[in-house]
Structures are given as structure tokens and as C-alpha cells.
């Protein structure tokens, strides 16, 4: 079975994720104008990466802590809680894009153990069910505009402007990416748990890489998310238009086209009855309970001014399932750690294999659709 939909939902402190009040109250009075001490603390059901909590005041103001997680890392660029800052605060202050406030990042590991920063908390809605099933179709229709119009009001912001100049480099994202991911990977590969038995290679990674690098998409350059998705998106309480984009910890400078593909993978997706990967894929558009793919294609084409159909667009489809796939592996690799976040992170670390497969397959598929043009 799939996840359960939690949307803000929170629980308890999971054991080994407790935060120490006696440090963490001194420092927010300190840094949060207007904060009435004590707090209560709890902890955010979703985000498998960086552990995420709600602090609620004596007044009932709340706001939400993410830090960096406990321990040895397995990479010293993943879980960067200050990029997540710099770039909120960048948005927040200087563009139209729905992002929360900002009120502090800490650096001093003393306070809480690791780095954290805290922001505002959006009341509203977030969908884990990308097919919004529960809502009428219309807003369905009109949810997945929004999230369109917000990515390209993303797309179309001047990183230089905004003061995100060296935030990453403007070119060369996907060579780049394989790259990183490849090392990545390796390194959550020789993980171990605690009965030292290793986590082992993703399946097909080197096949992978090679067609990435002999099939790359024409380069382009914008802010990246980094992990635009439905359930990283908070909705207006009752009007079906975003209210905030959440989760910048992979935001880079980038390619475009890899934030619109995270974003509409699941059209291919295979679509199969009982599966925890169900999609979209196949189901015939008159039949799909959300907008076609083209339609959401050519509205993002319309709102940032590029050329519909997209040239080599499968490559970016493929690209985004290998890029998942490394994703869920090193959740797979916190889960041996002992490090995973998510009370659901077993589920996720078990879809690796799957997904890497996918990638495979989508690579295959326009392989033989060049083959015959």
C-alpha cells in the first residue's frame, strides 16, 4: 500500500530526533522578535532528508524548525540546510514566487547538535496524491495550473538579481549531475547497517550514466528547485492556487527542464492497479483525472516563452527517474545508518530498484523513437 496522505500533519518526537528545549528557548528568544516562551514540539510525518518540526509558542504562533540530521553524513554537499536559508530568504525578499518567510539560520552546533534554520509555517494544504482525488475535477484542473505558473514564475527569476550569483554554475547541469549522482551513489552503495552488511549499487547505474552522457537535452539555465512535486507544494486552504514552495535543500542553479520533469514523471509512470508506483502512464487522456501532459507542457512553453514540443523531452523524463532513483537510494542508505527521518522511510529505500528500472526503460523507449525518425 501507498503512504498514507499527512499533509501537515504531525507526531510525536521520533526517538533519536528529540531537540534539547533548554538550548534551542534561549536562542529563539533571541532571534524571533515577538516568539512567547515555552514551546511545544512535534515532528512533521513527511521528509525522509532533513528532520522538520513544528514549534508552537504559549500564544499559538507556530513555526517551523529543519536542521541538518545527526551523525556522519555521506555527503558533505546533501542536507544543506544553509542553501535552503540563502535561498528562501533570496525569493522571499526579492521576487514573486510563494516561498515562506525566513526569521533565522544557526550555525553554531552547540544550540541543537547540527545547523538549522526556522521559518514561518503556511497553513494550507499539501497533496500527496498527485491525482488530488479528492477534490472536484475542476480544482484538480486548476491546482495543476498553479503549480505549472509557479514553476515558471521560478524559471523566469534572474539568479544574479535576486542575489543568488555563484549559487551554482550556469552551465553544464546534467553532465554535471551524472557526474555527482555517480559518486553519490558509490558512496551510499558502501554504506552499512549495523550487522555490517553493505547497501549495494543501484541496478543499471553505469549503463545509465553512459546514455546520459551520449543523449544530453540542449542546455539552459535557471534557478533549480531541485525537487518540484506536488507534496512540496503547499495549497491555498480553500482556493487551488499555491501558497508556498517548501523542501529547497537540492535548489541549485540549473536546468530547467529537470524541475518540470520531477514535476510530471508520474504521466510515466506505469500505471499499475495496486502498485505503490502507479501512475499515469498509458491511461488515455480522456480517461486521466488530471490535465493531459501536453496541455501542462505546453502551458509551462506559453508562460516562459519556449518552443512546444520540447525537443529531446524524454531525456529530461529519464534523467529525473535516475536522479529518484539515486534519491531513494541514499534513503535506503539512512535507513542502514540508522539516520532516516521518515517514519515512512522503509517504503520509499524499497522503491530504488523499481525506479531505476523505469529510467532504463524511458531511455530505451527514446532510443527507438530517434531510431525511427
Known amino acids: 500500500m501507498a503512504p498514507k496522505e499527512h499533509g501537515q500533519n504531525t507526531t510525536d518526537v521520533r526517538k533519536g530526533y528529540q531537540l534539547d528545549a533548554a538550548q534551542l528557548e534561549p536562542y529563539l528568544a533571541k532571534a524571533i ?11 512533521f510525518k513527511l521528509g525522509q532528508s532533513n528532520p522538520t518540526y513544528l514549534l508552537t509558542d504559549v500564544k499559538g504562533q507556530r513555526f ?60 494550507g494544504r499539501i497533496f500527496s496524491d498527485i491525482t488530488l482525488s479528492k477534490l472536484p475535477f475542476e480544482e484538480r484542473r486548476l491546482c495543476w495550473l498553479s503549480a505549472i505558473d509557479t514553476l515558471a514564475k521560478l524559471h523566469k527569476v534572474d539568479h544574479v538579481a535576486v542575489g543568488l550569483e555563484g549559487y551554482g554554475k550556469p552551465t553544464g547541469f546534467y553532465r554535471r549531475q ?13 554504506a552499512k547497517d549495523g550487522e555490517g552488511n553493505a547497501v549495494g ?42 501558497i508556498g514552495i517548501l523542501d529547497w535543500e537540492l535548489s541549485t542553479i540549473g536546468h530547467p527542464y529537470s524541475d518540470l520533469a520531477n514535476l510530471l514523471n508520474p504521466y510515466y509512470t506505469p500505471a499499475i492497479e495496486g502498485s505503490p508506483m502507479g501512475g499515469l502512464g498509458g491511461i488515455p487522456d480522456k480517461d486521466l ?14 508562460q516562459t516563452s519556449r518552443p512546444f514540443p520540447i525537443d529531446n523531452w524524454l531525456f529530461c523524463i529519464a534523467f529525473s527517474f535516475f536522479r529518484m532513483s539515486v534519491i531513494l537510494h541514499g534513503i535506503k542508505a539512512r535507513v542502514a545508518r540508522g ?10 529505500a524499497n522503491l530504488t530498484d523499481s525506479v531505476a528500472e523505469l529510467a532504463l526503460q524511458i531511455a530505451q523507449q527514446s532510443t527507438t523513437t530517434k531510431a525511427k525518425l
Not at 33 to 43: A, H, R
Not at 95 to 116: A, H, M, Q, W
Not at 178 to 190: E, F, H, R
Open 33 to 43: 522578535s515577538g516568539i512567547s516562551l515555552p514551546i511545544k514540539v512535534s515532528q
Open 289 to 302: 483525472p488530471i490535465p493531459p501532459v501536453n496541455i501542462l507542457l505546453e502551458r509551462y512553453c506559453s
Open 64 to 123: 517551523v524548525l529543519r536542521k541538518k540530521p545527526a551523525g556522519a553524513l555521506l555527503s558533505s554537499t546533501a542536507h544543506a540546510v544553509e542553501r535552503e536559508y540563502r535561498i528562501l530568504k533570496a525569493l522571499g525578499e526579492n521576487s514573486n514566487v510563494p516561498v515562506p518567510k525566513v526569521y533565522t539560520l544557526c550555525e553554531d552546533v552547540s544550540v541543537i547538535g547540527t545547523p538549522f534554520y526556522v521559518m514561518e509555517f503556511l497553513q
Open 178 to 190: 551524472i557526474g555527482s549522482l555517480s559518486k553519490v551513489a558509490a558512496a551510499q552503495a558502501a
Open 339 to 348: 539516520q532516516a527521518s521518515s517514519a515512512e522511510a522503509q517504503f520509499y
Open 201 to 242: 549499487p543501484i541496478p543499471g547505474m553505469e549503463e545509465m550514466a553512459v546514455w546520459f552522457k551520449n543523449n544530453e537535452v540542449k542546455d539552459s539555465t535557471s534557478i533549480v528547485h531541485g525537487d518540484y512535486k506536488m507534496d512540496n507544494l503547499v495549497f491555498h486552504p480553500t482556493e487551488p492556487r499555491v
